[in-house]
Protein backbone atom coordinates (compact mmCIF):
# COMPACT_ATOMS: atom_id res chain seq x y z
CA UNK A 1 0.00 0.00 0.00
CA UNK A 2 1.01 3.39 -0.63
CA UNK A 3 0.26 6.87 0.99
CA UNK A 4 1.20 10.36 0.91
CA UNK A 5 1.46 12.86 4.14
CA UNK A 6 1.73 16.78 3.30
CA UNK A 7 3.18 18.31 6.32
CA UNK A 8 0.59 21.77 6.55
CA UNK A 9 -2.49 22.27 5.11
CA UNK A 10 -2.35 25.68 4.69
CA UNK A 11 1.06 27.72 4.42
CA UNK A 12 1.39 31.09 3.84
CA UNK A 13 4.13 33.70 2.05
CA UNK A 14 4.39 37.03 0.95
CA UNK A 15 5.36 37.99 -2.73
CA UNK A 16 9.02 37.17 -3.41
CA UNK A 17 10.19 35.11 -0.62
CA UNK A 18 10.79 31.56 -0.99
CA UNK A 19 7.92 28.94 -1.53
CA UNK A 20 8.61 25.24 0.39
CA UNK A 21 5.60 22.83 0.75
CA UNK A 22 6.15 19.48 2.21
CA UNK A 23 5.43 15.73 0.94
CA UNK A 24 6.59 12.84 2.35
CA UNK A 25 5.39 9.18 0.83
CA UNK A 26 5.49 5.55 1.78
CA UNK A 27 5.64 3.09 -1.07
CA UNK A 28 6.46 -0.59 -0.56
CA UNK A 29 8.00 -0.44 -4.32
CA UNK A 30 10.00 2.47 -6.46
CA UNK A 31 7.29 4.88 -7.09
CA UNK A 32 6.63 7.90 -9.07
CA UNK A 33 5.91 10.71 -7.46
CA UNK A 34 3.57 14.18 -9.00
CA UNK A 35 2.72 17.52 -7.71
CA UNK A 36 -0.40 19.04 -8.94
CA UNK A 37 -1.76 22.22 -8.74
CA UNK A 38 -5.36 23.26 -8.41
CA UNK A 39 -6.82 27.01 -9.29
CA UNK A 40 -10.29 27.55 -7.39
CA UNK A 41 -12.85 26.07 -9.16
CA UNK A 42 -10.92 24.51 -11.57
CA UNK A 43 -9.31 20.60 -12.40
CA UNK A 44 -5.62 19.64 -11.50
CA UNK A 45 -2.94 20.35 -13.52
CA UNK A 46 0.14 18.22 -13.87
CA UNK A 47 3.20 20.98 -11.88
CA UNK A 48 5.74 17.87 -12.63
CA UNK A 49 6.66 14.59 -11.61
CA UNK A 50 9.75 11.90 -10.72
CA UNK A 51 9.18 8.83 -12.88
CA UNK A 52 12.82 7.65 -11.62
CA UNK A 53 15.39 9.42 -13.93
CA UNK A 54 16.39 12.90 -12.37
CA UNK A 55 16.07 12.88 -8.60
CA UNK A 56 16.05 16.98 -9.04
CA UNK A 57 13.00 17.92 -11.43
CA UNK A 58 11.96 21.00 -12.46
CA UNK A 59 8.69 21.82 -13.74
CA UNK A 60 6.33 24.37 -15.11
CA UNK A 61 5.82 28.07 -13.77
CA UNK A 62 9.20 27.91 -11.82
CA UNK A 63 8.69 24.96 -9.52
CA UNK A 64 11.04 22.39 -8.55
CA UNK A 65 11.04 19.55 -6.83
CA UNK A 66 14.11 16.50 -5.39
CA UNK A 67 13.24 13.21 -4.87
CA UNK A 68 15.21 11.95 -1.38
CA UNK A 69 14.98 8.38 -1.51
CA UNK A 70 16.33 8.34 2.24
CA UNK A 71 14.10 10.98 3.70
CA UNK A 72 11.21 9.32 1.98
CA UNK A 73 10.76 12.91 0.28
CA UNK A 74 9.64 14.98 -2.59
CA UNK A 75 9.19 18.63 -1.48
CA UNK A 76 8.36 21.45 -4.04
CA UNK A 77 10.29 24.70 -3.94
CA UNK A 78 10.02 27.73 -5.89
CA UNK A 79 12.39 30.44 -5.19
CA UNK A 80 10.27 33.57 -5.35
CA UNK A 81 6.34 33.61 -4.84
CA UNK A 82 3.98 35.20 -7.18
CA UNK A 83 0.14 36.55 -6.72
CA UNK A 84 -0.44 33.94 -9.16
CA UNK A 85 0.98 30.87 -7.58
CA UNK A 86 -2.12 30.97 -4.76
CA UNK A 87 -3.82 27.75 -5.12
CA UNK A 88 -4.02 24.61 -3.63
CA UNK A 89 -1.13 21.93 -3.75
CA UNK A 90 -1.13 18.10 -3.90
CA UNK A 91 1.22 15.70 -3.67
CA UNK A 92 0.46 12.17 -5.03
CA UNK A 93 2.59 8.88 -5.19
CA UNK A 94 1.65 5.86 -7.92
CA UNK A 95 3.41 2.57 -8.66
CA UNK A 96 6.43 2.77 -11.27
CA UNK A 97 6.35 1.69 -14.42
CA UNK A 98 3.15 0.52 -16.66
CA UNK A 99 1.33 -0.21 -13.27
CA UNK A 100 0.70 3.06 -12.49
CA UNK A 101 -2.78 2.99 -12.75
CA UNK A 102 -3.67 4.29 -9.05
CA UNK A 103 -2.74 7.56 -7.54
CA UNK A 104 -2.64 7.97 -3.95
CA UNK A 105 -3.26 11.57 -3.09
CA UNK A 106 -1.91 13.50 0.12
CA UNK A 107 -4.73 15.84 1.50
CA UNK A 108 -3.50 19.14 0.27
CA UNK A 109 -1.85 22.38 1.12
CA UNK A 110 -3.44 25.76 0.01
CA UNK A 111 -0.93 28.20 -0.56
CA UNK A 112 -1.55 31.78 0.10
CA UNK A 113 0.50 34.82 -1.13
CA UNK A 114 -0.03 38.08 0.70
CA UNK A 115 1.34 41.04 -1.20
CA UNK B 1 -7.93 17.77 -29.06
CA UNK B 2 -10.17 18.08 -26.19
CA UNK B 3 -8.85 15.67 -23.15
CA UNK B 4 -10.40 14.29 -20.48
CA UNK B 5 -14.07 15.68 -21.11
CA UNK B 6 -16.46 15.49 -18.05
CA UNK B 7 -20.23 16.34 -18.20
CA UNK B 8 -22.44 17.92 -16.22
CA UNK B 9 -20.44 20.60 -14.83
CA UNK B 10 -23.23 21.05 -11.59
CA UNK B 11 -25.59 19.08 -10.92
CA UNK B 12 -28.33 19.02 -8.27
CA UNK B 13 -29.88 15.45 -7.15
CA UNK B 14 -33.01 14.78 -4.48
CA UNK B 15 -32.01 11.96 -2.01
CA UNK B 16 -32.51 8.33 -3.90
CA UNK B 17 -32.00 9.62 -7.30
CA UNK B 18 -29.46 8.02 -9.83
CA UNK B 19 -27.35 9.66 -12.20
CA UNK B 20 -24.73 8.69 -14.55
CA UNK B 21 -21.76 11.09 -14.78
CA UNK B 22 -20.21 11.02 -18.26
CA UNK B 23 -15.95 10.82 -18.90
CA UNK B 24 -14.50 10.92 -22.25
CA UNK B 25 -10.60 11.02 -23.65
CA UNK B 26 -9.57 11.07 -27.26
CA UNK B 27 -5.97 10.24 -26.21
CA UNK B 28 -6.45 6.90 -26.71
CA UNK B 29 -5.67 6.57 -22.79
CA UNK B 30 -5.26 2.48 -21.22
CA UNK B 31 -5.88 3.97 -17.66
CA UNK B 32 -8.94 5.66 -16.52
CA UNK B 33 -10.30 6.79 -12.84
CA UNK B 34 -12.90 8.70 -10.84
CA UNK B 35 -12.16 10.47 -7.95
CA UNK B 36 -13.77 12.51 -5.37
CA UNK B 37 -12.62 15.31 -3.40
CA UNK B 38 -13.83 16.47 -0.43
CA UNK B 39 -12.79 19.38 1.49
CA UNK B 40 -9.77 18.08 4.10
CA UNK B 41 -9.73 14.58 2.52
CA UNK B 42 -7.84 15.44 -0.67
CA UNK B 43 -8.77 13.16 -4.09
CA UNK B 44 -9.72 9.38 -3.14
CA UNK B 45 -10.05 6.92 -5.81
CA UNK B 46 -13.45 5.71 -6.66
CA UNK B 47 -13.37 3.16 -9.35
CA UNK B 48 -10.40 2.48 -12.33
CA UNK B 49 -9.73 0.81 -15.45
CA UNK B 50 -6.87 -0.37 -17.14
CA UNK B 51 -8.74 -1.17 -20.33
CA UNK B 52 -11.95 -1.67 -22.19
CA UNK B 53 -13.98 -4.09 -20.25
CA UNK B 54 -11.61 -3.79 -17.12
CA UNK B 55 -13.07 -2.27 -14.18
CA UNK B 56 -12.10 -2.72 -10.27
CA UNK B 57 -12.92 -0.86 -7.24
CA UNK B 58 -10.76 2.30 -5.28
CA UNK B 59 -10.90 3.29 -2.24
CA UNK B 60 -14.18 4.52 -1.57
CA UNK B 61 -16.50 2.26 -4.18
CA UNK B 62 -19.85 2.18 -2.10
CA UNK B 63 -22.82 3.26 -4.11
CA UNK B 64 -21.62 3.66 -7.32
CA UNK B 65 -20.92 1.88 -10.69
CA UNK B 66 -18.58 1.92 -13.57
CA UNK B 67 -18.23 0.23 -16.60
CA UNK B 68 -15.90 0.76 -19.47
CA UNK B 69 -17.50 -0.57 -22.90
CA UNK B 70 -14.69 1.50 -24.85
CA UNK B 71 -11.52 2.47 -24.75
CA UNK B 72 -12.95 6.85 -25.01
CA UNK B 73 -15.56 6.81 -22.03
CA UNK B 74 -15.58 5.24 -18.45
CA UNK B 75 -19.43 6.78 -17.00
CA UNK B 76 -19.74 6.62 -13.28
CA UNK B 77 -23.14 5.44 -12.45
CA UNK B 78 -24.93 6.59 -8.82
CA UNK B 79 -27.69 3.81 -7.71
CA UNK B 80 -29.53 5.95 -5.05
CA UNK B 81 -27.85 9.16 -4.50
CA UNK B 82 -26.99 10.21 -0.55
CA UNK B 83 -26.01 13.41 0.55
CA UNK B 84 -22.76 11.61 1.33
CA UNK B 85 -22.19 11.57 -1.98
CA UNK B 86 -22.23 15.31 -2.58
CA UNK B 87 -18.96 16.02 -3.31
CA UNK B 88 -16.72 17.31 -6.49
CA UNK B 89 -16.28 13.95 -9.00
CA UNK B 90 -12.77 14.13 -11.30
CA UNK B 91 -12.50 11.60 -14.42
CA UNK B 92 -8.46 11.11 -15.22
CA UNK B 93 -6.80 9.23 -17.90
CA UNK B 94 -3.21 7.76 -18.46
CA UNK B 95 -1.29 6.03 -21.24
CA UNK B 96 0.80 3.16 -18.54
CA UNK B 97 3.65 4.65 -17.28
CA UNK B 98 2.90 8.33 -17.42
CA UNK B 99 0.95 10.66 -15.58
CA UNK B 100 -2.85 11.07 -15.10
CA UNK B 101 -4.89 14.05 -17.12
CA UNK B 102 -7.77 15.40 -15.28
CA UNK B 103 -11.23 16.47 -16.24
CA UNK B 104 -12.89 19.79 -14.99
CA UNK B 105 -14.48 17.97 -12.35
CA UNK B 106 -18.46 17.68 -12.01
CA UNK B 107 -20.16 19.50 -8.42
CA UNK B 108 -22.72 17.05 -7.25
CA UNK B 109 -25.09 18.34 -4.30
CA UNK B 110 -27.63 15.75 -2.99
CA UNK B 111 -30.34 16.96 -1.37
Known amino acids: AQSVTQLGSHVSVSEGALVLLRCNYS??????LFWYVQYPNQGLQLLLKYTSAATLVKGINGFEAEFKKSETSFHLTKPSAHMSDAAEYFC?????????????FGKGTLLTVNP | NAGVTQTPKFQVLKTGQSMTLQCAQDMNHEYMSWYRQDPGMGLRLIHY???????DQGEVPNGYNVSRSTTEDFPLRLLSAAPSQTSVYFC??????????FGDGTRLSIL
Open chain 2, 49 to 55: SVGAGIT
Open chain 2, 92 to 101: ASSPAGQWFH
Open chain 1, 92 to 104: AVSISGGSNYKLT
Open chain 1, 27 to 32: SSVPPY
